[in-house]
């Protein structure tokens, strides 16, 4: 056992600046969140606690089966640290009032040294004792890649559509279809992946937001959609929910 003096001789001889207090309660589930936009209404959680589910390595698959399933995507995670709480999840999805939380860890590598250093200083804290063991320094310690993201069940959709705009140099110009919500009029009306809207009724989809305004215009009504899929156009009938 050596003293504490000891170890901030290691440390300067290490050229590591040790930090007190503060870091070492953050959560990094929080201090790593980016919170995005939602555009449409969000339904009140079905429990009092936000579920945790474990993403797969496919994050974009993981994607499109979330927005297909109502769900939208509130914001994520990203970040690198040694061993996280799941407590620390948990509270970070109740704070941002999310539904439901993919998360997803791989290993990326060892713990540096200032990270087990400021561990032992904590530790000798927690202790309330001037002396600690550096071997513990040499012991090997994990750090791992964290991805979490957040999402909130949607109200019915008016039309259950997620879109994107068509890039300037495709043929096709219109919105082009990212996701379907299973159940939803655009499904029952067969409208699938990649179709390109070009028009409901007789809102002309050249922008995002016209989908919007076609979802508040038709509310309840049945009206045509055209669109284009493999190169050809078709018309489908497309009977909107009410406004919830």
Known sequence: ????????????????????????????????????????????????????????????????????????????????????????????????????????????????????????????????????????IEQSGVRYSYHASYWVKLAPPLIGLHVRPSAKDDKEQGQVVVAVIKGSPAEKAGLQELDVIMSIGEELLEKPEALTAAAKRYAGQTVDVYYIRNGAVYKSALTLNQAY
């Open 1 to 136: 056992m050596r003293v504490i003096s000891t170890l901030m001789m290691t440390v300067a001889l290490l050229g590591l600046n040790l930090q007190a207090g503060a870091a070492d309660a953050e959560n990094p589930y929080a201090a790593a969140y980016k919170a995005l936009e939602l555009r449409a209404k969000v339904l009140p959680p079905e429990d009092a606690e936000p579920k945790i589910y474990k993403g797969t390595e496919n994050k974009d698959a993981d994607y499109q089966r979330m927005l297909e399933g109502g769900y939208d995507l509130l914001g994520y995670s990203s970040f690198e640290a040694g061993e996280v709480p799941a407590q620390m999840l948990t509270e970070h999805a109740r704070a941002v009032k999310a539904h439901l939380v993919l998360v997803t860890t791989s290993r990326s590598g060892d713990v540096p040294a200032s990270i087990k250093i400021d561990r032992l200083r904590k530790k000798a804290r927690e202790l309330n004792t001037d002396t600690v063991d550096l071997s513990e």
